[in-house]
């Protein structure tokens, strides 16, 4: 990848994930019925860091992962690679749902997400944590904490890891404002 | 992948694919709504011309579990019976609309016959005596769940027992086991091995005696009455005392060792103990898993990239 420009580094992504912590709990008053599930595959680490540092501000919650791949609207359209098995913690009924990815894009995953959740049982609510949100959505869907808004264009590729996050592309870059 | 007709047609890469495919189904199936939409508009139709219970109904169970359509042609009462050939069938249930066809033949290849008249997929739901894959796979998902291999069959030393010759179940697993890794070594008469069995890469003994103590997996196949009318075998009691899991040979096992059959079951010929009272039996979650390799057999023909544009057949054929 040419164009590989650095947006946040591996500090940033830490106090953004703090930060997202505080604010969960702030928003639920507390952690009664809060989980994290994480989808498959980018969300999961974030997740697991939300939990580890929601544990270490009150107290563990109980942390998963959800595989979407078979709840998706482009199945048939290209080839599908599912991540991990779907972990979901018990007793998701009437419990307060935090689904965790690394961007929020198109958001056509978080609503393949929706549905697999649903077949597990009924939340209280389901709430969306994203550490970049890139903006260019195709569905009415928005995040309830979000790491980093990061305007980009289309052709642009946004790659979230522990250690950061860059954007690359083949377009005229300069895509962040 | 458009067609699911053998082993060797698969490949490893493709073996290891569905395997790991399984996965996400079995957890799909131990779901509290065990169904998803991923084959929502898709149409399976099962074209049985043998008798068959489970491979049927797991087949169907499969695609239903992923949303698509099912339909059963039922030979019995089709209009074969009025002398409609095979291939006039599938193309008239092709033009109803049909995505994949589920074929089981008593004729070996019929299933790439099929696939000549179809723009559809097809998969082999056992062929003659030629080749059974959904089965293989589903041995090697239950093998792997059970030994904790998902890394390949590396060190595995598998015993398949009884009648190789005739049998699509242990032709598919032979290479499917042998792809993976695992030694294979099959206990046999000489009558009921297959002619061609210095081509494979298989040990032959045939004393079961001598290898059931250092076994991690027991294959008993299924001992066909009919084989005694073609003297094949002396009697279903020396069979017994040579090839069956008997009580004694079910002590000498290992304590690890996983016993497996693809059913249906003669309970005192080769099977001379109760299953559900060895430790080792994996015969019931053999079943189970038929319907997630079979879900994953059918996303990965059906969901899995673009279908490819048909092509026109020719048209000198209409008439």
């Known amino acids: ?177 | 992948m458009k067609h699911l007709r053998s082993i060797d047609e698969l490949g490893l890469d493709g073996l290891s694919r569905l395997l790991d495919l399984t996965e996400h189904m079995a957890e799909v199936n131990r779901r509290p709504n065990p169904k998803v939409p991923a084959l929502r508009g898709k149409t399976v139709c099962n074209v049985f011309f043998e008798d068959s219970t489970r491979t049927r109904l797991s087949f169907e169970t499969a695609a239903k579990r992923l949303s698509a359509d099912t339909m059963t042609f039922a030979v019995g009462s089709s209009s074969l019976n009025k002398g409609e050939s095979l291939r006039d069938t599938i193309e008239t249930i092709g033009a109803m609309g049909v995505d994949a066809f589920v074929v089981r033949h008593g004729s070996s290849g019929v299933p790439w016959q099929v696939s000549d008249w179809t723009s559809g997929s097809v998969v082999n739901a056992g062929d003659g005596w030629h080749e059974h894959p959904t089965q293989a796979l589903l041995d090697c998902f239950t093998i792997r769940t059970a030994l904790g291999r998902s890394d390949g069959f590396d060190g595995l030393h598998i015993a398949i027992v009884g009648d190789i010759k005739h049998s699509r179940v242990a032709r598919s697993d032979i290479a499917a086991f042998t792809a993976l890794g695992a030694a294979v070594t099959l206990v046999a008469p000489r009558t009921l091995l297959p002619p061609a069995v210095d081509d494979l890469d298989v040990t032959v003994v045939d004393d079961l005696d001598e290898v059931i103590a250092d076994i991690d997996v027991l294959y008993l196949l299924r001992m066909q009455r009919e084989r005694m009318r073609e003297a094949l075998v002396p009697s279903l009691r020396e069979y017994t005392s040579r090839f069956g899991l008997t009580p004694a040979r079910a002590r000498r096992l290992g304590e690890h060792a996983l016993v497996m059959h693809p059913g249906p079951m003669n309970r005192g010929v080769e099977m001379a103990v109760d299953p559900s009272e060895l430790p080792g039996s994996v015969i019931t979650q053999q079943v189970t898993n038929g319907i997630a390799v079979r879900m994953a057999v059918l996303f990965d023909l059906l969901g899995s990239g673009p279908r490819p544009p048909v092509e026109p057949r020719p048209e000198e054929e209409t008439s």
């Open chain 1, 1 to 177: 990848m040419k164009n590989d420009k650095q947006v946040l580094g591996p500090d940033d992504v830490r106090r953004a994930t703090t930060r997202m912590a505080h604010e969960i709990i702030e928003r639920n008053r507390g952690l009664d019925g809060v989980m994290l599930v994480g989808l498959q595959r980018g969300g999961v680490w974030l997740a697991e860091q939300l939990g580890a540092e929601i544990a270490r501000i009150e107290h563990p919650v109980p942390v998963g992962s959800v595989d979407a791949s078979l709840h998706r609207d482009d199945i048939g359209l290209r080839p599908v690679s599912p991540g991990s098995v779907s972990e979901i913690p018990d007793g998701i009924d009437g419990s307060v749902v935090v689904l965790v990815d690394d961007v929020l894009f198109t958001g056509r995953t978080v609503r393949a997400a929706l549905d697999a959740i649903g077949e597990y049982g009924r939340p209280r609510a389901v709430q969306l944590a994203v550490m970049v949100d890139r903006g260019h959505r195709e569905l009415p869907i928005r995040p309830d904490f979000v790491g980093k808004n990061l305007p980009t264009s289309l052709d642009e590729d946004v790659r979230v890891t522990i250690d950061g996050v860059a954007i690359s592309g083949t377009g005229m870059s300069g895509g962040s404002s």
